[in-house]
């Protein structure tokens, strides 16, 4: 991620070391007003090219995009801004964590690609909430959600350490319990539990997943699986279209609570309790996972309940109640370590 796709250059800001400094530098940059976009040169001196040979053809060409996948580009960029703000915008606050609706913007691609600006998603959200009052709510929102990736982004130029080590430093001895056979369980979404085994067969099918989605594995990967933050977030940069690499380090730090401004570890999600919460019906889990399609919504995020085993699904390969507790000995047992100088936060080296 450059600078130029953020809003807050972090070239010209001190280190923000917690989302609620972002935040305010945030919504001051948009009280000011966003620059409209500068209008290209008519004309740019080429220097001569030397003629060249056709290249070889190698091998079978490019792959074909995945079927019903979006057209990239600007023009197709602006149409899917438009359609999120005519038709999803006013709800969005209220619809963002409905996993198997469709209440996001669906932009993160084209703004991780640069196929859409950051400033011209911004305008274009304050220009119709301006226009619609009812769109404000929803607006404030979205625009929140961009200045997490401001705070990721100016993270990483502030923290180049990030990408192999953790901000707080009582939690770089972590003691990493995990397997091999968890994580691969984990990868291929066969790990027991419904809504986590969904989406990770979505990440693999469709190369991109729910926010929410991504906050229930991450979870689920460090707080139950007891597995190094550093597999995951290995694994997102080789799956995802939109896998910034700041938002995604961002995003795994701040999951596995040893970021800046990181969620407090004891802060633990139940993968049960957020499947019923956020797919109530089972309809997304139902989607990805055949197996459980004829379940009925009472177990169908939590299949171990159901009178007759569904046929073809795994057992929980752990138990979330007894690895909860685990991992808060784990993690306390970091931080009532005594500090040392070896133990202080990352100091800012801008990268």
């Given at each position: ?8 250059d ?24 966003i ?34 996948s ?26 963002r ?12 691609t ?8 950051v ?5 274009a ?20 959600q ?14 180049a ?12 001895h ?24 969904a ?41 995802l279209?939109d896998?910034?690499l ?41 989607r ?63 990268g």
């Amino acid at each position: 991620m450059s600078a130029e796709q953020l809003l807050l250059d972090p070239l010209h800001l001190p280190p923000l070391r917690t989302f609620s400094a972002c935040r305010r530098r945030f919504q001051s940059a948009l009280a000011e007003g966003i620059p409209g976009p500068t209008r290209p040169p008519t004309f740019l001196p080429v220097a001569a090219l030397p003629s060249t040979e056709p290249l070889p053809a190698q091998g079978r060409g490019p792959s074909p995009a995945p079927e019903g996948s979006s057209p990239p580009g600007e023009q197709a960029a602006g149409r899917r801004l438009a359609a999120f703000i005519s038709s999803r915008l006013e709800r969005y606050a209220a619809t963002r964590d409905d996993i198997a609706g469709d209440g996001t913007s669906n932009l993160s691609t084209d703004l991780h690609f640069g196929s859409l600006s950051v400033r011209t998603a911004i305008r274009a959200a304050l220009e119709a909430a301006r226009d619609a009052p009812e769109l404000v709510g929803g607006a404030d929102r979205w625009l929140e959600q961009l200045a997490w990736r401001d705070f990721f982004g100016g993270a990483l130029w502030h923290f180049a350490k990030l990408t192999t080590q953790e901000h707080r430093a009582e939690f770089r001895h972590l003691e990493w319990r995990g397997s091999e056979y968890a994580l691969e369980a984990w990868r291929q979404g066969a790990t027991g539990y419904p809504i986590v085994d969904a989406a990770m067969r979505q990440l693999r099918a469709d190369h991109l997943i729910h926010n929410r989605c991504r906050m229930i594995v991450a979870s689920f990967l460090v707080k139950d699986l007891h597995l190094d933050w550093r597999h995951g977030e290995a694994h997102f940069a080789r799956e995802l279209l939109d896998a910034d690499l700041a938002n995604n380090n961002g995003g795994w730090q701040w999951m596995a609570g040893t970021g800046l401004d990181a969620q407090p570890y004891f802060r633990i999600l139940n993968p049960t309790v957020q499947g019923e919460r956020y797919d109530p019906n089972g309809a997304y889990v139902r989607r990805w996972l055949p197996e459980l399609r004829y379940l009925p919504d009472r177990y169908v995020h939590r299949p171990w309940d159901a009178p007759s085993p569904p046929r073809g699904y795994p057992r929980r390969i752990v138990d979330h109640a007894a690895e909860r507790l685990v991992a808060l000995e784990l993690y306390r047992a970091c931080s009532s370590q005594r500090s040392d100088s070896s133990s202080r936060p990352l100091e800012a080296t801008p990268g």
